[in-house]
């Protein structure tokens, strides 16, 4: 199993990053697909959620409106589509696979807002 996490990087503050992370070893299509961040000193958070079909999102109030989560299941990869990026988005970015009570972790990938 795998989830490769990629697309992350430096950009500046109103800037758009798209992050990448293609899954292989499992039924990519019947797991719900989650991305989290982690900012240095705080906890993992919750940043955007799609259901296994893509009929159902949800994102965390800090990213509504500006992030957009989506997945090909055809390419065994979830999206996420950021826009007018803030500082306070800087973190390690994960996706997550989760069908019942399995779980599935990529390795992250860093996204550092700044001028």
């Known amino acids: 199993v795998q989830l490769v996490e990629s697309g992350g990087g430096l950009v500046q503050p109103g800037g758009s990053l798209r992050l990448s992370c293609a899954a292989s070893?499992?039924?990519?299509?019947?797991?719900?697909l989650s991305w989290y961040r982690q900012a240095p000193g705080k906890e993992r958070e919750l940043v955007a959620s799609i259901s296994s079909t893509g009929s159902t999102t949800n994102y965390a109030d800090t990213v509504k409106g500006r992030f957009t989560i989506s997945r090909n299941n055809a390419e065994n990869t979830v999206y996420l589509q950021m826009n007018s990026l803030k500082p306070e988005d800087t973190a390690v970015y994960y996706c997550?696979?989760?069908?019942?009570?399995?779980?599935?972790w990529g390795q992250g990938t860093q996204v550092t807002v700044s001028s």
């Open positions: 070893g499992f039924t990519f299509r019947w797991y719900d």
């Open positions: 997550k696979a989760e069908s019942s009570s399995i779980k599935y």
